[in-house]
């Protein structure tokens, strides 16, 4: 199943399911609020590959209008929202808007939104936006966004597991030449936010960007968990120059856990964090 168009592919309450493969498109159009794709309901790959199912593939590239902020790339948001395959892959590739000044997220998945694999792999890729227009100043364009967060602003959670497969996050923050502040690689962020896999290996790899503070390459606080029970865990972050507390890994506040009980021999898990300026 494929479902493209130049506009905003919006999933709403009902469902959209496949047996085989299943690949949805976008690109938003003008205005606030244009994310290339909107998933509020479900999307489901209920088979395997071997039983005739398929992989899910979501591509999102939020609308480039100078005047449009929250344009994401992918929003997965709210408790109904689920992204899920029985035992095939998962993959989520979106881009924020470049255009306009701010809060133009790659990948924003929050408010009990669901992404799951059974055992297959899940992959999300996200490019925050941003502006470099000499005019502007932009904040808060992260790569990838799993949050309570300041987008929807309920007091819920996100989760992304997987029972044997790996779990992949990557996310830069890559707009223009005036971001200043908050413009992260990864955030992770939220009591009862998770990111994690029963066998597999977590991997977050970010890279922030920005002028001023707060620019980190993966942040995981406020309560937020990722947890891998038997695989290894590679986090890398990348803090942008700035002027203060660019962090390459930031992990912070009451009850954030990142955890690992690896068994196997190799590679060992690591966390790899590059700062920036200040502190």
Known sequence: ????????????????????????????????????????????????????????????????????????????????????????????????????TGNNIGVDINSSALVTSATGSINVTGTGGGSSAASNTSANNDGVQLSTGAVVSNASTYTTTTTGGNVSITGASAGGTTLTSANNGINITGAGTQVTTSAGTVTLLGTGAGTTNDNYGVGIQGGSTVLTSTGNLQITGQAAAGTSFNDGVRISGTNTLVQTSQTSAAPASNILGTAGAGR
């Open 1 to 100: 199943v494929l479902v493209s168009t130049t506009g905003t592919v919006q999933v709403s309450s009902t469902s959209v399911s496949s047996g085989g493969g299943l690949s949805i498109l976008g690109v938003g159009g003008a205005g606030n609020s244009s994310s290339g794709v909107q998933v509020i309901g479900k999307v489901k790959s209920a088979n395997t590959v071997a039983g005739g199912g398929g992989n899910i593939t979501i591509t999102g590239s939020g609308g480039q209008s100078a005047s449009a902020n929250l344009s994401h790339g992918v929003f997965v948001s709210g408790s109904v929202a689920t992204v899920s395959s029985n035992a095939s892959n998962v993959t989520i590739v979106g881009s924020g808007n470049s255009a306009s």
